[in-house]
């Protein structure tokens, strides 16, 4: 097992699992994190699961090199189809999404009728159904794929009317189920809260990133690994592919925290 003042690893697609850092920094301000955004290969969502796996090794090998003592997978897709294999592989601790949504889903849902959005290969998962449903047998889990979301996220496409017709689009089947809880099964989804608000009238929006993140808390905590150190918390950001397009959108979110973006190039990248 690593050491106290080791950073905990994030990674996702591109710039989504930037919800889950900003959740982070606010309830883990005194830890390091290296940030690796996989623009290389993004959209997950339209990727094979023999692809995900070879993206997650990539990065874990990766990972591991650079001596993480922990892994958050801040990414939906990963979470739901490459996490219950990689958590087998690698001798660190790692946290993903889909239970963490599904815990606080169950919390939350006032009727029992929850819908989830999320990458198209989540949704052929149906792993956020199987983990709402493994705590709660008799809620109804109503899913949804959205892929445009993702790459007008990742092109600062936050407002106006694409995103607004795609959110009215991927909400209407939902909507119509009477569901009482949505959940933001991809991590690129709550850049889209104002309008997906707008949208839902009565129905609560659940972002996981706090959940998970307070699952990575208690299971530093857990393994005596949280740092100690009086120190502020350095965050290292870094892609696989372009990374002008990833400091533009990223600074949208978090502002300062991001100085500079590293390209770096990992085995299959
Ligand atoms: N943000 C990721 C997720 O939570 C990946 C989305 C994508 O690249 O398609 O699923």
């Known amino acids: 097992m690593l050491g106290n ?6 990674f996702d697609s591109g710039v989504g699992g930037l ?23 993004v959209p997950y969502g339209n990727k094979s699961e023999a692809q995900l796996m070879q993206y997650a090794h990539d990065i874990m090998d990766y990972f591991m090199e650079r001596k993480v003592k922990a ?17 087998a592989e690698y001798p660190i601790p790692m946290v993903g999404m889909v239970r963490a949504a599904a815990r606080a889903a169950c919390r939350i849902t006032s009727g029992k009728r929850v819908g989830v959005l999320a990458t198209q290969a989540t949704v ?3 792993a956020y159904r199987k983990a709402i449903q493994d705590i709660m047998p008799d809620c109804h889990v109503f899913e949804a794929a959205c892929p445009l979301f993702v790459p007008l996220v990742e ?22 189920e009477d ?13 889209l809260q104002d309008i997906l608000t707008d949208l839902i009238g009565e129905v609560t929006l659940l972002d996981p990133a ?23 918390s350095r965050a290292e950001f870094l892609v696989s592919g372009d990374n002008t397009s990833f400091y533009r959108v990223g600074t949208k979110l978090l502002g300062k925290v991001i100085n500079e973006v590293k390209s770096v190039t990992l085995t299959h990248c």
């Open 179 to 191: 569901i009482d809880t949505l959940v933001l099964g991809c991590t690129h989804y709550p850049f």
């Open 71 to 87: 892994v958050l997978v801040a990414c939906g897709t990963h979470s739901s189809v490459t996490l219950p294999r990689i958590q």
């Open 124 to 126: 052929n998962s149906h």
């Open 5 to 10: 003042n080791h950073p905990v690893g994030i």
């Open 210 to 232: 706090i959940e998970a993140v307070k699952e990575m808390k208690a299971i530093l905590t857990g393994h005596d690994l949280l740092n100690q150190a009086a120190h502020q």
């Open 155 to 176: 092109a600062g496409i936050l407002t106006g009317e694409e995103p607004i017709a795609a959110a009215k689009q991927y909400l209407e089947p939902l909507l119509r």
């Open 19 to 41: 919800t889950v850092v900003k959740a982070f920094l606010e309830q883990l301000p005194q830890e390091d994190l290296i940030y690796f955004g996989d623009t290389a290969h």
